[in-house]
């Protein structure tokens, strides 16, 4: 493309065109298509790789469930999605209704119980509107993050037991040698939060589906990268 063919009074919407497929080159995400219908939470991509993206998650509040322990993420998700959609449909304290967001967080943890069951905490993201005053409800609370980070990797489809376990062990795969590589090393100092899986859309879509790893870690790790 010759740069003087570029007219000089570009319309905003090839702007946004260009923008967009700048992103493209630059490996950004293509958001799910359920945020132009539905309230996401708002966050800045600090840093690009092969397959992975860094994002900074400024003051988000979500309300979830205790943890369920289970043999199966998708069986756990369900049970925890179940109680948060009463949530939202009036079974809280104050009776309120409130609109459903994306994502569905699921975050998977090693469990003391039997063999082969996990504990999986379920997260509903609070729309700004309900956040200064999320209703309460029994079985569930409130967590106020300020800011947190995550190193992200998004796939397609339904998600699977199967498939969570390889996506993470991909995302891992993709942090190694990379200037993040640190985010895997953080990781192994908590042991208990293992990863977290983002759901976008409702089980009724069946195309376009965006799924998401992230590992979450804290801003030490950040100025570590940005001090070398
Ligand atoms: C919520 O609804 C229940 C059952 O209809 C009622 O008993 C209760 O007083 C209501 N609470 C509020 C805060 O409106």
């Not at 993050?145 to 397609?156: D, E, I, L, N």
Request: one cysteine or more; proline letters at 7%; charged letters at 15%.
């Amino acid at each position: 493309m010759a740069t003087s063919n570029l007219n000089p009074t570009l319309s905003s919407s090839s702007f946004f065109l260009l923008l967009l497929l700048l992103s493209f080159a630059a490996g950004g995400i293509v958001f799910p298509p359920t945020c132009e219908r539905i309230e996401c939470p708002s966050y800045n991509v600090i840093g690009v790789g092969k397959g992975f993206e860094i994002r900074q998650y400024p003051w988000t509040e979500w309300v979830s469930t205790a943890p369920i322990d289970d043999i199966s993420f998708v069986g756990a998700t369900r049970t925890g999605f179940l109680r948060l959609f009463d949530y939202i449909q009036g079974k809280n304290d104050y009776n309120e209704t409130i609109e459903m967001t994306a994502p569905v967080l699921t975050e998977v943890s090693p469990s003391d119980g039997p063999f082969c069951t996990s504990s999986f905490t379920v997260s509903f993201y609070v729309p700004k509107k309900n956040q200064a005053n999320p209703p309460p409800a029994e079985g569930l609370h409130v967590q106020r993050w300020g800011f947190k980070y995550a190193a992200v990797r998004q796939f397609g489809g339904f998600v699977s037991d199967e498939s969570i376990g390889e996506e993470a062990s991909a995302l891992y795969t993709s942090l190694q040698g990379s200037i993040w590589a640190f985010v895997n090393e953080g990781r192994k100092d908590d042991p208990k939060s293992v990863y977290t899986v983002a759901q976008y859309n409702s089980p009724f879509e069946f195309s376009g589906r965006v799924n998401e790893i992230w590992f979450m870690f804290d801003m030490q790790g950040v100025k570590h990268v940005y001090a070398n």
